[in-house]
């Protein structure tokens, strides 16, 4: 079965340091990728996503993720994170042979401190 | 409107009961999606529209789920004989076309609990 694993349930990290975010997904299918923030008491927007072309992708607020077809990975990274960062990341992949449907990981919840 | 508009915001219900969740999508989107969010768990799809028909509803849990989509726009998500289990946060999504051709829009869900 198709699906989606975030191995980290919550990544605590101190404020302008580096963070990765860790995304990998079942099948080596083509795929369509993305990524999606939370932020407390909002609904789901999207970050960035992969569907063709270069495998890394730049998002908003400074987010990069880079697409391994070999691993099946799709880690999502900022090179310094801010306070205002704090927010659960979802990961999310739609297979092309059920392209419609975006399956989600469980989710990390990013926290920065001070 | 703006974005996608999910009503009630919050619902308490009683086992047993039914309810309806509704969702209102961004206006000329054709495709309207419902997912489920339990406490620590990832997104779970439920049911998928394009215009008012249903290719996808293989994400329902059980015969209890059903939803309906009029107009291709607005939909209602009904759950009968509510129990505890499916106390979640229900999400709606709208796009303009298939998801991977434009980005998906998710209101702020309906908050659903069971006592």
């Known amino acids: 079965a198709q699906s989606v694993t975030q191995l980290d349930s919550q990544v605590p990290v101190f404020e302008e340091a580096p963070v990765e975010l860790r995304c990998n997904y079942s099948?080596?299918?083509?795929?369509?990728l993305f990524w999606y923030v939370q932020y407390p008491n909002q609904g789901l927007q999207l970050l960035l996503k992969y569907l063709s072309g270069s495998t890394l992708v730049k998002g908003i607020n400074g987010f990069e993720a880079e697409f391994n077809k070999s691993q099946t990975s799709f880690h999502l990274r900022k090179p310094s994170v801010h306070i205002s960062d704090t927010a659960e990341y979802f990961c999310?992949?739609?297979?092309?042979?059920?392209?419609?449907?975006?399956?989600f990981g469980s989710g990390t919840r990013l926290l920065v401190r001070p | 409107g703006a974005g996608v508009s999910q009503s009630p915001s919050n619902k308490v219900t009683e086992k047993g009961k039914d309810v309806e969740l509704r969702c209102d999508p961004i206006s000329g989107h054709t495709a309207l999606y419902w997912y489920r969010q339990s406490l620590g768990q990832g997104l779970e799809f439920l049911i998928y529209f394009q215009g008012n028909s249903a290719p996808d509803k293989s994400g329902l849990p059980s015969d209890r789920f059903s939803a309906e989509r009029t107009g291709g726009s607005v939909s209602t998500l009904t759950i009968q004989r509510t129990q505890q289990e499916d106390s979640a946060v229900y999400l709606c999504a709208s796009s303009l076309a298939r998801v991977t051709n434009t980005e998906a829009f998710f209101g702020q869900g309906t908050r659903l609990t069971v006592v």
């Open positions: 999310a992949v739609s297979w092309m042979d059920s392209s419609y449907k975006l399956i």
């Open positions: 099948s080596s299918v083509s795929v369509y």
